[in-house]
Nanobody, 120 residues
Framework: QVQLVESGGGLVQAGGSLRLSCAASGRTFSRFAMGWYRHAPGKQRELVAAITSSGDTNYADSVKGRFTISRDNARSTLYLEMNSLKPEDTAVYYC??????????????WGQGTQVTVAS
């Protein structure tokens, strides 16, 4: 059974930084693409950043240059380094594991989410 457990969320001032982690278990982490998604009140859930099994990345335009997604296959852990945070980054952030090596295959498993709140 696949489990994804996010951590690292919290309250931060605008301009600050946070690092989210997603610990995965249940199947071979290195074989699957991973992604970070966020859901803000009144908005649809959106892709923030994704990474293929081989390390190719993709970012939403709104976070390019500020956020960095990475993965440590030896630790079965996904990361999201968030810098220069803005109030509009406030949301629940979810980790998702894809159905295959590429994130375009769609998310098969979700974590429980971690709240990120950016104060102005």
């Amino acid at each position: 059974q696949v489990q994804l457990v996010e951590s690292g969320g919290g309250l931060v001032q605008a301009g600050g930084s946070l690092r989210l982690s997603c610990a995965a278990s249940g199947r071979t982490f290195s074989r699957f693409a991973m992604g970070w998604y966020r859901h803000a009140p009144g908005k649809q859930r959106e892709l923030v950043a994704a990474i293929t099994s081989s390390g190719d990345t993709n970012y939403a335009d709104s976070v390019k240059g500020r956020f960095t997604i990475s993965r440590d296959n030896a630790r079965s852990t996904l990361y999201l380094e968030m810098n220069s945070l803005k109030p509009e980054d406030t949301a629940v952030y979810y980790c998702g594991q894809a159905r295959s090596w590429h994130y375009l295959s769609g998310v098969e498993y979700w974590g429980q989410g971690t709240q990120v709140t950016v104060a102005s």
